[in-house]
Each structure stands twice: as C-alpha cells, then as structure tokens.
C-alpha cells in the first residue's frame, strides 16, 4: 500500500500570510480531537484572522511552524511569555501525520525556547476529559495543576462603574499610566508583565484594557478582546484575557467595571476565565450569578509551576487567545 512521504521540516517561524493554512489546521485538528472525544457533531470554527494576528505578534519567534515535503503546514505551536511566565497554545499537528512523534517535537522545541527566555514559568492548557492529551503531556514532564473554569455573567445596561480605559486616554496619559500597570503587578509578582499583550490589543483594535484607581495608585486591571473570537460570526461576549486585582473588594470593582465596557459594546455577556487556584474570586462570581461554560485543566512543566498570588490578591492570566 502507497504511504505518504513523512519528512517534516522546522521549526521555522509562523509568519502572518500563513493564518489562512493555520486556519484551516487549526479547525481540522480540534475537530478531530472533539470527534476522537466522542462529540461527532462537533464543528470548530476557523478563528478571526485579526486575533491570530495578535498571536503571532505576541509570540514573535515562539511561534513556530513545520512543514511536509510538500511545503503544507503540518504543525505548529504558538509559545508565547508574558515576562517570567511562559505557556503555550494553541498548537497542533495535522490529523494525518499525528502519531508519528511530531507531537513530542513540537512541545519539545517550545520548551527549550521558553527556557531560553528565562521564564519561571512554563504551563499550557488541555481538555479535563481527554485523557490521551493529558497521559501524553505528563510523559513529557508536565503535571497537572488546577482547573481553568470559563464563567460567563449576562450584563445588565444599567451596570455603571468608575473606572478608566485606556482608549480614552491621550497618548501623554497612557505614558503615564502604563508604567503604573506594570508596577501593581511587579508589587504582587515579580516578573509578571502583560505590557505587549496590552499593546498589541490596542494596535490591532481587539479591545482594551480596564483600570480601577487613583492618582499614581493602581489597585486592578484587566486586559479584554470585544471583537468576535470565531471568523464570520456575531460577537456576544467580551473576553478577558489578563486580569489583576490587589484584593477581592477592587475584583469586584473592576468586574462592575468589565461589565460596564460590555454594555458599552453592546455585547450580551462578559467570559472570565477563572484560574480555580483563587476559589475566593470563583465564589464571588458565581455568586455574583456568573455561569460556568467550559473547563480546562492547567498543567506545568515540573519545575516550572505557577505561584499564586498571597494577601487576597487575583491574577487570571488567559493560556489561551
């Protein structure tokens, strides 16, 4: 019988003209992954282009590409750091080559670069009830930490709060305040900084980013997408991707204040991930009436686990885009 060449190439950097092939890769595998699950009717949707680009950009070099002989993508995996913490995702490999130890390449090769970065940190995101994902990850070093629990809480149009964007700020202002992020989160972890992430969100016009405070102090932030997640679908929810919060009373500002945006857009709902390491923060949102809507499990590279943050402290940082 007529076997396929199995040469691959790479890694190689992803490069923005790929997002169409990476696409359409990234669809076919999780589909499949979903239909190895036993979801047969489920469809993934191709993502919007404008957010891969904000992937892309965001990992530079980490995003790494590999090729068949053909010249086709067949893998790829996007690994990005914030500062000292590092992850990765998405990443896949195409379902026709899978099996055949591409796999064990492509997290091998973001490893060594997180490493190269200096991170303390070195984690990625996979579904609780695919066990085939998680046995493969563990045999490669990562242990299982705890959930990540997307909560969505519908907004109501009359939710007000006092907060500031930084898309209404002048350019002067946004000098100003910018250093002030970074040091609210320097003050509760070290080496943690979300500062190209908040740019880049800006530059590409994805969403913005939520400030509660006053004068020099910074006491919360949170850093969300209002665009749609999905290709040529409606968005309805706002999507935060990084959130920091010195107590649970300013957490409960700056969601008054994310809801608040939310109504602003018009969007029907805002999406927390919610790291369940801060089960004082989960607490309030379900009881704030948020619901949850899917689960991922939070592994780490031994060695290279997270830290939570002491003195009633929230940080939900997204390992996903």
Same mark, same amino acid.
């Given at each position: ?31 499949? +992954? ?31 590409? #590999? ?5 086709? =993508? ?12 590092? #992850? ?6 195409? &379902? ?11 997290? +091998? %090769? ?46 109501? *149009?009359?939710?007000?709060? *006092?907060?500031?964007? =930084? %898309? ?16 609210? =989160?320097?003050?509760?972890? &070290? ?81 927390? *991930? ?18 949850? *809507? #899917?689960?991922?499990? +939070?592994?780490? =590279? ?20």
């Amino acid at each position: 019988m007529w076997q396929p060449d199995r040469v691959v190439q790479g890694p190689r950097q992803l490069v923005e003209s790929e997002i169409g092939p990476l696409n359409r890769l990234f669809a076919d595998a999780f589909t499949d +992954r979903y239909r190895k699950d036993g979801l047969v009717g489920v469809r993934v949707p191709q993502l919007n282009p404008d957010v891969w680009r904000y992937a892309l950009r965001d990992a530079g070099d980490g995003a790494m590409a #590999w090729t068949d002989e053909r010249g086709d =993508l067949v893998a790829f995996n996007v690994a990005h750091h914030s500062g000292v913490e590092g #992850w990765m995702g998405p990443l896949a490999v195409r &379902p026709d080559r899978q099996g055949l130890g591409l796999g064990k390449a492509i997290i +091998r %090769s973001a490893v060594e670069w997180l490493v190269e970065q200096r991170v303390r940190v070195i984690g990625l995101e996979t579904m609780p009830r695919t066990v085939e994902n998680i046995g493969f990850y563990s045999k490669l070093g990562f242990v299982p930490g705890h959930l990540t629990i997307t909560l969505t809480g519908d907004v109501q *149009r009359s939710v007000r709060g *006092r907060f500031t964007r =930084l %898309s209404e700020l002048s350019q002067r202002e946004r000098t100003t305040w910018l250093p002030r992020l970074r040091e609210a =989160l320097e003050g509760g972890l &070290p080496g943690y900084d979300f500062l190209r992430e908040l740019e880049l969100t800006s530059q590409l016009s994805l969403g913005d980013t939520v400030v509660i405070g006053s004068g020099s102090e910074v006491t919360a932030f949170a850093l969300y997408h209002s665009v749609p997640l999905a290709e040529a679908r409606p968005g309805d929810e706002l999507r935060v991707l990084k959130l920091y919060a010195d107590s649970l009373e300013t957490f409960d500002k700056l969601i008054v204040a994310l809801e608040s945006c939310a109504a602003k857009h018009k969007l029907r709902r805002v999406a927390v *991930r919610c790291q369940t390491g801060y089960h004082r923060a989960y607490r309030y949102l379900i009881e704030r009436g948020y619901r949850a *809507r #899917w689960t991922d499990l +939070r592994m780490w =590279l031994d060695g290279y686990g997270e830290t939570v943050l002491g003195g009633g402290g929230v940080l939900f940082s997204n390992w996903e885009i």
